[in-house]
């Protein structure tokens, strides 16, 4: 597998965590440097991570975890989403809609997002692919499209204001519908 398209898979699987990214920050969560790091950095991290984890399972159990990984992803996404979304309705929002930047919020938007590079990693285990390359690759750019993310999310929030909430939980249900069906259905 060439370089070029190392850095193809590493942006497509970035997209995800971007998306998120863009809605947290437009949500009004990740306006500091720190919570643009961290949201970057887990993203990153989790996608660097979660090939090579596939990786080293290798072809033995693609099977197993083919079965479900969609609704995980899905599963996770929904939750956070649907939160996001019921927030918005709800009186309390400021006071009940978890920092997407923060806590086992963020690691399980981290997770979530990252599952599609463990399958990646899965198919790696079947090529002739330098997995290190690949995990670096996948985890740095992923880290720089989050922060770029973030930053358009900010601009976003400020033009559309607070309804943004709801558009970001629909955006995050939304990726996980496209998960579960790019899985049911194009599988």
Do not use: N
Request: glycine share 10%; aromatic share 12%.
């Amino acid at each position: 597998m060439t370089l070029f398209e190392l850095i193809l898979i590493a942006i497509g699987l970035a997209m995800d965590a971007s998306a998120v990214s863009m809605t947290a920050a437009a949500s009004g969560f990740a306006h500091q440097r720190r919570q643009v790091f961290r949201l970057a950095f887990h993203f990153g991290l989790f996608q660097g991570v979660m090939p090579l984890i596939g990786w080293f399972l290798g072809s033995t159990v693609v099977e197993y975890i083919e079965k479900w990984d969609h609704w995980v992803a899905f599963t996770l996404l929904a939750i956070v989403g649907g939160r996001m979304v019921a927030s918005w309705f709800d009186k309390l929002a400021e006071k009940t809609i978890s920092d997407p930047t923060r806590g086992w919020t963020l690691i399980t938007l981290s997770l979530a997002t990252s599952i599609d590079a463990l399958a990646v990693g899965l198919s790696f285990s079947l090529l002739d692919v330098d997995i290190w390359l690949a995990c670096i690759l996948i985890g740095v750019i992923t880290f720089i499209l989050s922060i770029i993310a973030t930053r358009l999310g900010l601009v976003a929030g400020r033009m559309i204001g607070k309804g943004v909430e709801v558009f970001g939980g629909l955006i995050l249900i939304g990726i996980g519908l496209r998960i579960l069906f790019t899985h049911i259905y194009l599988s």
